[in-house]
């Protein structure tokens, strides 16, 4: 309320002060109107060349997408320690707390919990220690707030590593659950 | 005796159209076998060129010696020169002086109408008997098949134990980015396509006749399970709960299958009726219970639990109750395999960050390790409990390997580039 009494003030006294300014003194430029780049990231495009001409189309490839078309704009992938099936603190923690707010932003929207392991061990042992890490991603969104049946938690073991590799920065990449927005 | 032999595996098709599933292409992996080992027992045989096989589009006499090669307890003498068929009285003086057993003659000729005439005769080289032979009349698509069936006649004969050489094994194929389920002959060759998916396909387990393979899908991008009748290409989805759905088992009378469900939180053991239905609980943990596996008789279930907090091996009653510690050795032991006749466990053992096939004998709990790889997957019992087929990684690339049980003799049934894994060794067919 101060501001607006503070503004009216000073209006007050420039209206006082000035000369009305007449257009017709005023010099028109003439501007040429100039193209003005796409500022557009692409998303999920492979097109590469440096720069963006008038004609360009950005393709949006839905493969890649799929699962981020409506979801966070934030993470969607929490990941593990070895031999781990617990949400550590710290960022993965926030992946969950984000994607939960927006999960409960639709009562309607049906989230797949996809988790996964490294590549050692078994394929079916692994099926189940990575339904371990969906299942805990599973329970912290419920504790969020997250209707349980909205949420469906799935494996995939060791079928599909998101990093190819045999050592430990690769297997720490792998070893993850992702929120699925299907 | 003339027997006609019908196979009707020319119809291996996945008829799936989303998936783009092909229809029954040539075998694009050729194996080759390379036995390594010696057995301690090995009978010598002498397989003679069968007269006519040079031109014949399969070499009946070199498919029959692989074949016996395979099983570890034949020991191939050189037979190069002879020039016999199932009618010729061999000399039998000049086997024995090769140190031979056995032999083995025969012809296969090509018939007017395109068939081909396919006979044997078995010789006892030690007292100059003929064991007998017989013949077969076969469309040229299943000139290897008579082949087996002659190994079979072979094996049986000489070792009063059933051959499995008629048999076929299911295994799975990554390539790029393309998994293709495969139905092949035991020794690897006559490779058929059952299903082609560009997401994994993994646990194919045969039904006990032979005619269906249950297999785990990951197409619908959460696992579930098929069952699948080879022949016609029809399939059933028999469990697609909530969660994950895996680890496929046929009980022995084929009317159930024991998997593994997610749908009431964690991994848990369940058995469903072989067309899908409600399904009823069997185990009731806290932990991870998956990798089912019935005994023989099917009155007990060996599975894979971590409620000791790493994965062994129990048993329990196939109706549900308390299981029972089977492994002891070991800080992680999954995969369990149940011989044919009860009397054997293979299963994979963790040792060192090296994953290592071991065989336990069960009435005496005494465990061997038989290979020297260090990344063997999925043992699978020959059906008639002498041989092991399992995957590994020899010399870098994924391989399908088949051992006696003692490990003294192995054979590497060797694929083309792609990896391959998950294979599962088929019951005896009816003929």
Not at chain 1, 56 to 65: A, N, Y
Not at chain 2, 74 to 97: C, I, K, M, T, Y
Not at chain 2, 397 to 418: C, N, P, S, Y
Request: net charge neutral.
């Amino acid at each position: 309320m101060k501001q607006l009494i503070a503004i009216f003030s000073l209006a007050a006294i420039l209206a006082g002060c000035s000369s009305p300014t007449k257009l017709d003194d005023v010099k028109v430029e003439d501007r040429t109107p100039t193209t003005i780049s796409p500022s557009l990231t692409p998303s999920g495009s492979t097109a590469g060349s440096g720069g963006v001409g008038q004609t360009t189309v950005v393709p949006v490839d839905l493969d890649k997408t799929q699962n981020t078309a409506g979801g966070p704009n934030g993470s969607r992938v929490v990941y593990f320690d070895y031999d781990s099936y617990s949400v550590r603190g710290g960022e993965d923690q926030a992946t969950v707390d984000s994607n939960a707010r927006y999960i409960r932003t639709d009562r309607n929207r049906k989230v797949v919990i996809e988790g996964h392991t490294d590549e050692r061990g078994g394929r079916e042992y692994n099926l189940a220690l990575g339904q371990k890490r969906a299942e805990a991603v599973r329970r912290s969104l419920t504790l969020l707030g997250v209707p349980d049946a909205q949420l469906e938690a799935v494996s995939f073991g060791k079928e599909k590593p998101a990093v190819q590799g045999s050592d430990e920065a690769a297997y720490a990449k792998n070893r993850r659950a992702e929120i699925s927005y299907r | 005796m003339t027997q006609a032999l019908h196979w009707r595996r020319r119809q291996l098709l996945g008829t799936f159209g989303a998936l783009g599933m092909s229809a029954a292409l040539p075998a694009l992996a050729q194996f080759r076998v390379e036995v390594t080992g010696v057995g301690l027992t090995q009978l010598p045989i002498a397989v003679a060129t069968f007269r006519g096989e040079a031109d014949a589009p399969q070499k009946i006499g070199a498919i029959v010696q692989a074949d016996l090669e395979r099983s570890g307890q034949f020991r191939a003498v050189d037979s190069s020169g002879a020039a016999l068929d199932e009618v010729s009285r061999p000399d039998v003086a000049l086997w024995r002086q090769r140190a031979a057993d056995s032999l083995l003659t025969g012809s296969v000729t090509r018939l007017a109408d395109g068939r081909y005439d396919v006979r044997f005769r078995l010789w006892d080289v030690v007292r100059g008997q003929d064991l007998g032979g017989q013949s077969y009349s076969v469309v040229q698509s299943d000139l290897r098949l008579s082949a087996h069936r002659i190994a079979d006649f072979v094996y049986e004969k000489l070792t009063g134990e059933r051959g499995v050489f008629s048999t076929r094994i299911a295994y799975v194929t990554r390539a790029g980015t393309r998994y293709t389920l495969w139905v092949a002959d035991a020794d690897g060759e006559n490779s058929q396509t059952a299903l082609t998916s560009p997401e994994s396909i993994i646990s194919p387990a045969w039904s006990p006749t032979g005619q269906q393979l249950a297999y785990v899908s990951f197409e619908s991008r959460k696992p579930v399970i098929y069952v699948h009748e080879v022949a016609s290409g029809r399939r059933r989805l028999i469990a697609n709960f909530r969660g994950s759905n895996s680890a496929p088992a046929w009980a022995p009378d084929g009317r159930s299958l024991a998997v593994t469900l997610t749908r009431d939180g964690g991994s848990q053991l369940y058995t469903i009726d072989a067309n899908g239905g409600e399904p009823r609980r069997l185990t009731q943990s806290s932990s991870i219970d998956t990798e089912p596996a019935f005994s023989p008789d099917g009155k007990t279930i060996y599975f894979v639990s971590d409620r000791g907090g790493a994965p062994q091996i129990y048993r329990m009653s196939a109706s549900g109750g308390s299981p029972e510690r089977a492994t002891f050795t070991g800080s992680y032991n999954i995969s369990p395999a149940i011989s044919p006749d009860g009397r054997w466990l293979a299963y994979v053992s963790r040792i060192g960050g090296a994953f290592k096939l071991q065989v336990m004998e069960l009435g005496t709990s005494s465990v061997t390790s038989i290979t020297d790889t260090t990344a063997d997957e999925s043992p699978s019992f020959a059906p008639n409990g002498k041989l092991l087929v399992y995957a590994t990684i020899q010399q870098g690339r994924e391989a399908l390997m088949t051992t006696t049980l003692d490990g003294k003799i192995k054979a590497r049934l060797a694929g083309q580039a792609g990896d391959i894994r998950e294979p599962d060794w088929g019951p005896f067919l009816k003929s």
